[in-house]
């Protein structure tokens, strides 16, 4: 695996509107209406600067898999902030932004207040899973977050990936319901 650079931007976006396109937990904070695949690009694209430059983005080798990592603990600038309403207005929509605002305030409450390694997203282009991309590049990452010394968050709406993060010593420490469940998980 390597870092993306910016010229990544529409290759990591494309990847993950792809492997997330049916995910329960994206739709919810989507708007959904004719414009949804637009708003679906736009918040890929919108976690990959935020991953850019308050974390790490990366991509495997052979491109066919991508990684967006936040680190919380480090300091967020005006530019996140323009990013974020960017994101409120041209994704999540006003009358979506009370309960997806509510949705994250639970999620953020379960974070521990020291620093951690936040897996926002992993994607492997749909006709290239099940052959190992996944894991070798969730395995590249645990170990970088373990050398740091850092525990690794994420959550998953997909129960089909429960046991996949668990093979890699991941636990659901706490299930959220928001019409959906919601699987928090982490690894010390």
Not at 2 to 26: G, M, R
Not at 49 to 59: D, P, Q
Not at 144 to 149: I, T
């Amino acid at each position: 695996m390597h870092k993306a650079v910016l010229t990544d931007k529409n290759l990591v976006v494309d990847i993950l509107v792809h492997s997330f396109a049916d995910n329960k937990s994206v739709n919810y904070i989507i708007k959904q209406d004719k414009r949804r695949e637009a708003r679906l690009r736009k918040l890929m694209a919108y976690s990959f600067e935020i991953c850019y430059r308050f974390g790490e983005v990366y991509l495997t080798e052979d491109k066919k898999a991508c990684a967006l990592i936040l680190f919380p603990h480090k300091k967020r600038s005006l530019l996140a902030i323009l990013l974020d309403l960017d994101l409120a207005f041209s994704v999540i929509g006003l009358s979506n932004l009370k309960k997806v605002l509510s949705r994250e305030a639970k999620i953020k409450q379960l974070y521990p207040k020291e620093p951690y390694c936040y897996l926002w997203f992993i994607g492997v282009n749909p006709a290239d899973q099940h052959k190992g991309i996944g894991k070798a590049l969730l395995t590249e990452i645990l170990t970088k977050a373990e050398s740091q010394g850092l525990p690794v968050y994420l959550e998953t709406s997909a129960s089909k990936n429960v046991p996949w993060y668990e093979k890699f010593g991941f636990a659901t420490y706490k299930k959220l319901d928001f019409g959906y469940e919601l699987f928090c998980m982490q690894k010390d």
